[in-house]
Structures are given as structure tokens and as C-alpha cells.
């Protein structure tokens, strides 16, 4: 492991991801990724009656199913690095509260999956154990409710909003030589383009993308064509746009390798999603239903993910501040190429 | 027929007005609905909405301007009956039966209903 | 980063799709209108039912609330209200929406700290507002006199 320019990091022997697993809302597998997912819910409350136990039951499933998948006890995880979008973690707090597993919590926003990965690959690639897992949720309406307005009420959204993702993903992290690969991370910098508005996160958090994705390329001497997808989450279809137009400036050219979580989760369209998905899991059930299972069969060779949070505050926001974004990179492969 | 005709005109008329605030503004709901409530106390005040009332009937009551002009009217008579103390028991007499309707109803309704319901209205 | 916050003010404006007016605003005049007339239809009914005009004003008024509140209740109001937009929002069942959303969204914090203290998250400012301003015309008045 070696620390390179920037926030970046390079694993000189590549990390493994184990296992690894998702858990969607009904909407969300409704959409493009239908059928993807380790598990469904059929309705938004999963059976719960408080929709902060609807988000931590998502937890509990994801992170469930993939230490089954992993075939490992629960005691066999040496660390786990999770979070959620709620106030003092708690979606993530209850749902693993039964587990008995050491617990790091990590908050990022809607780049907790990226940030938990990075880590927890810091941890495994310094020898401090075998397993660590990176798990991250979000819920639609314990996210509105905290963050916008009950879930009954009546209000208009405006174009550029996103919908928060009922969703979580959930990747053990391992010393192995299986596919697939960690090879790199980045973690980004705060950066505050002055945007004040909270229905348009994707503007918010685009200049977070650009400065994280550009310190990854240039300290891995690396090129956008050396990948096989660049993706990006949650930006949508503004900060998507945004994105390309700054690193259009700099005459880089992405627009043949990038995507977007929040743009592959939905059909923009058909369910009237405005302008895509966001949530912290969002990134984090793209990744682990669709993206990481295409690594795994070697459907794809090199990935750059790059998460992107809004670091804002119900309270913050009401105080008229702008919104800080932030973006995590982690690199993967199919293969280890030396 | 005419009647209901005027109020589909006037009151759609009111909430195209909301609409423009919403498209064209960064207002948030919350602030479109006091400021048509406080509008309609300033109108009711200068005495342009009880021509419109008269006009449109619940084109005018209906929308929260309606809300808004109703407790103009309420101060008014309260002062005109009791003088200086009208100002302060006035507004809320007015508004006193669709306030309490409302809330009532509210406390009601999430009595009455179970989160099953709740939870299919984020589908 | 290579733009300054103003070069990225533009690139954010000209990335944002804007709201499509010529959808947005029949739908709000039409849902606004309809409800409306709903309430002159009301109104003349209980007229001719023999209330009194401010009786039958109010009946109308708790008429449309009951039926505000009953539809937020089985969920159906936010569904009208995306695309009815200010013809949902404005009138006087917008503002009974506005109370029965939060009452049913924080039962799970009780009744006091959640249905009791909620219900004011957005009735709580149009009360407060419209009533200082009614106080404030109702000294001027006064003082007219």
C-alpha cells in the first residue's frame, strides 16, 4: 500500500471483494436493474412499523446475505465500516445492533459506500485482519422526513430533484486472489461550488466529482480511456452534465466511459424520477447488484467509482449555507495485471 | 351553472398564480401558503376581496387568500363591536372553525389510519 | 478546480431542465378550478338546504377539509397534489394536506413530540403570519376610526 499525490492511494497487492450483496425497495426494482437484487422488498415499510426500522431491516439483509455469501460467521468479520443518511447513523446503528460485529461508522453522505470501501481496503491491505466489510443504506421516505417533507404531503418536485433510493449494498473486503480487484482509492476533498439548492444535489456535489475523479487520474497516471466505465453516484442528469462540461474544459473527453448510479437505477422516464436517483444507496446497490457481479465474470475490466455525498444539513440548509459536496474514488479490475 | 362556472375561472385563476410562484421562484410550498394567506388579509383590508367574493363565491372563499381575507373581515367586526381589544380577538375568532376543523380531522385521521396505508404511498 | 463559483453558477443553469410551464400551469388552473367549483357546488347545496350564508361558508370549508384529510390519509392527496400542483397547494385543502401529512408521518414519535407538535410544520407559519397581519390591520383600523 502506498500513498500517492492527493487523497490517493495505491494497493500494490491488489484486494479482493469477497462477497457482496444488495437489497432494493419496490421501486427500485422496478426499474433497469429489476431482478438484480439479493433481495426485493415488496412493499416500502418491509414490514416494519417506523421507517427508520424499514431502512436498518435493509441493512440487516444486505449485510445478512452477503457475509452468507462470503460463508462466513458473523464473528469472522474482523470490521465493519457502515453508514446511513440519518442523524447519528441510526439506520445503520439498529441494523447491525444484533450482529456483534466490531463497528466503524462512517458518515459521507451519499459517498459513504466509496469512503467505506477505501477503508476498510486500508485495513485489510495493512494486514489488520482478513474480512471487512463496507456496508451503506438509504430509505426514501426516512430520508424525506428528515431531510424535505412527509411523505403525504402534497409538493411539487422541481426538475433537477433526485429521489433517494430505498436500497442498500453491502462488500467484504478480503486478502484474496479472486475477482473482483481493489486497486486504488481516493479520498476527496470538500469542495463548495456555492450552490444553495437542496432539490438540485447533483449541481451540489458535480465539482466534488470533478476534483476527486481528476487527483485519481493524474496520481495513477492514468487516462479516462483506460477505462471501461467511469461511474459516478448520485449525480443525475444535471450533475452528470456539469461533470463533463468542467473536465470538458480541461480537454478531457469522458462522455464514452461515464455513467451514472443514479441514471442506472431508474427508468428516468417511466417513473418519473426527475432527474435520477440519489441516496446513499444508490451508489452502494448499483455497485453491488450490477457493477461489481459484471467485474466478477469479467464483463468489465476497470472501473473507477466515485461516490459523491452532500455533506449539507436539514439545520444547515434552513440557515441559508451552500452545500458542500465530496466524492471518494475506488478503483477496480477484473484481472491483476503486474 | 353560472355560478360554479365563475368559481372554476376565478379559482383557477388563484391557483395558476401559486403555480408561478412555484416554476418561476425557488419558494418552498410552506412560503407560497403564508404568503397567500397574509395576502388575503391585506386584500380583505383595502376592501378588494369582498367584491370578489360577492363575484366569485368559493372561487374566492376556497383558495387560502380566502383564509387571509376572512380574518381581515373578523378584526373588522371585532372592532367595530368591541373596539381596541377587536384587534387582538378578532383574527383568530374568524379563523376559529376552519382551524379547529382542520385539526381535529388531522388528530383523526392518524388515529384512525394504520402505517399499512402510509406505507404504500412512497410506491 | 478550473471554473470560478460564478462560471459555475452558468454551467449549473444551463444544465438544470426548467419546470415545463405549458404542462405545469393548465394542470394547476384546472385542479384549482375544480376544486373550487366542488365548493360553490357545496355552497349552493347547503344554501338551499336553508344555512345561513356564513354557516354554509363554513360548512363548505369543513366539507372540503373532511375530504382533504380522508384522501391524505389513504395516501391519494401527494398523488393528485404531483400533478396538481398550486390547484392542490392553495386552496383550502392544500392547507388541511399541510396539517394531516406531518400528523400521520411522526405518529412513530407519539402524540405529544410528534402528532401534537408536527401538525404546526407548515399551518404553524400561515397561522402565525396571517393573524400578526390581521392584528396589525385591526390597530390601524382602530385607529381610523
Known amino acids: 500500500m502506498k500513498k500517492l499525490s492527493g487523497g490517493s492511494i495505491w494497493f500494490e497487492t491488489p484486494l479482493s471483494v469477497s462477497a457482496f450483496a444488495s437489497a432494493a425497495g419496490p421501486k427500485?426494482?422496478?426499474?433497469?436493474?429489476?431482478?438484480?437484487?439479493?433481495?426485493?422488498?415488496?412493499?416500502?415499510?418491509?414490514?416494519?412499523?417506523s421507517w427508520?426500522?424499514?431502512?436498518?431491516s435493509l441493512i440487516t439483509k444486505t449485510f445478512g446475505k452477503a457475509i452468507e455469501k462470503a460463508r462466513l460467521a458473523p464473528s469472522e468479520v474482523d470490521f465493519v465500516f457502515a453508514g446511513d443518511l440519518l442523524n447519528q447513523c441510526v439506520g445503520?446503528?439498529?441494523?447491525l445492533r444484533d450482529f456483534k460485529v466490531p463497528f466503524i461508522g462512517v458518515y459521507g453522505a451519499c459517498s459513504t459506500m466509496a469512503e467505506s470501501l477505501a477503508l476498510a481496503s486500508v485495513f485489510i491491505s495493512s494486514g489488520l485482519g482478513q474480512n471487512a466489510a463496507a456496508i451503506t443504506s438509504s430509505h426514501f421516505c426516512s430520508a424525506e422526513r428528515q431531510f424535505r417533507m412527509p411523505v403525504n404531503y402534497g409538493g411539487q418536485r422541481t426538475p433537477t430533484s433526485q429521489w433517494t433510493a430505498t436500497a442498500a449494498g453491502c462488500a467484504v473486503v478480503s486478502p484474496k486472489a479472486q475477482p473482483p480487484y481493489i486497486t486504488g482509492a481516493t479520498f476527496g476533498t470538500i469542495t463548495d461550488m456555492g450552490v444553495k439548492d437542496s432539490a438540485?444535489?447533483?449541481?451540489?456535489?458535480?465539482?466534488a466529482a470533478y476534483e476527486?475523479?481528476?487527483?485519481?487520474?493524474?496520481?495513477?497516471?492514468?487516462?479516462?480511456?483506460?477505462?471501461?466505465?467511469?461511474?459516478?453516484?448520485d449525480l443525475g442528469v444535471v450533475g452528470s452534465g456539469i461533470l463533463r462540461d468542467l473536465l470538458h474544459k480541461d480537454g478531457v473527453d469522458i462522455s464514452n466511459v461515464h455513467n451514472d448510479c443514479g441514471l442506472l437505477l431508474y427508468d428516468l422516464e417511466r417513473q418519473d424520477v426527475h432527474a435520477g436517483g440519489s441516496g446513499a444507496g444508490c451508489s452502494a446497490a448499483v455497485l453491488c447488484a450490477d457493477i461489481l457481479p459484471k467485474l466478477q465474470c469479467g464483463e468489465l475490466h476497470r472501473v473507477l467509482f466515485v461516490a459523491t455525498g452532500a455533506l449539507m444539513s436539514a439545520?444547515?440548509?434552513?440557515?441559508?449555507?451552500?452545500?458542500?459536496?465530496?466524492?471518494?474514488?475506488?478503483?477496480?479490475?477484473?484481472?491483476?495485471?503486474n | 351553472m353560472k355560478q360554479i362556472i365563475i368559481a372554476f375561472l376565478v379559482g383557477g385563476g388563484i391557483c395558476l398564480l401559486g403555480q408561478l410562484l412555484i416554476d418561476l421562484t425557488k419558494l418552498t410550498p410552506a412560503r407560497i401558503l403564508t404568503a397567500f394567506a397574509v395576502c388575503g388579509v391585506l386584500l380583505g383590508a383595502v376592501g378588494v376581496y369582498r367584491p370578489l367574493i360577492d363575484f366569485a363565491g368559493a372561487g374566492a372563499t376556497v383558495p387560502l387568500l380566502g383564509f387571509g381575507a376572512n380574518l381581515a373581515f373578523g378584526v373588522k367586526r371585532a372592532v367595530d363591536e368591541n373596539g381596541w381589544s377587536g384587534a387582538l380577538t378578532g383574527p383568530l375568532t374568524a379563523a376559529s372553525g376552519g382551524i379547529a376543523a382542520v385539526l381535529l380531522l388531522s388528530l383523526l385521521a392518524a388515529v384512525i389510519f394504520k402505517r399499512g396505508l402510509n406505507c404504500k404511498a412512497a410506491k | 478546480m478550473n471554473v470560478t463559483k460564478k462560471e459555475y453558477e452558468e454551467l449549473n443553469k444551463s444544465r438544470s431542465p426548467k419546470s415545463k410551464l405549458q404542462k405545469t400551469l393548465p394542470k394547476a388552473f384546472v385542479a384549482g378550478g375544480v376544486i373550487c367549483a366542488i365548493g360553490q357546488c357545496l355552497l349552493m347545496l347547503y344554501r338551499y338546504l336553508g344555512l345561513e350564508e356564513e354557516t354554509a361558508g363554513l360548512a363548505v370549508s369543513v366539507t372540503l377539509i373532511t375530504l382533504s384529510v380522508l384522501l391524505t390519509g389513504l395516501g391519494l392527496y401527494d398523488k393528485l397534489a404531483k400533478h396538481g400542483g398550486a390547484g392542490t397547494l392553495v386552496p383550502i385543502t392544500g392547507f388541511a394536506n399541510s396539517v394531516a401529512a406531518p400528523a400521520l408521518e411522526f405518529k412513530t414519535e407519539g402524540y405529544i413530540a410528534g402528532i401534537g407538535a408536527k401538525m404546526f410544520l407548515i399551518a404553524g407559519p400561515v397561522i402565525v403570519y396571517s393573524t400578526v397581519a390581521a392584528v396589525a390591520y385591526g390597530v390601524v383600523y382602530a385607529l381610523m376610526k
Open chain 1, 28 to 49: 427500485e426494482n422496478d426499474g433497469p436493474l429489476s431482478g438484480k437484487f439479493d433481495f426485493a422488498a415488496e412493499e416500502p415499510c418491509i414490514g416494519e412499523d
Open chain 1, 52 to 56: 427508520e426500522k424499514s431502512e436498518s
Open chain 1, 92 to 95: 445503520t446503528v439498529f441494523g
Open chain 1, 200 to 207: 438540485n444535489m447533483g449541481a451540489a456535489m458535480a465539482g
Open chain 1, 212 to 233: 476527486t475523479i481528476t487527483a485519481h487520474l493524474s496520481a495513477h497516471g492514468t487516462h479516462p480511456r483506460d477505462y471501461d466505465l467511469i461511474l459516478t453516484g
Open chain 1, 315 to 337: 439545520m444547515t440548509a434552513q440557515q441559508g449555507e451552500s452545500i458542500p459536496g465530496i466524492a471518494h474514488a475506488i478503483e477496480f479490475t477484473s484481472k491483476v495485471t
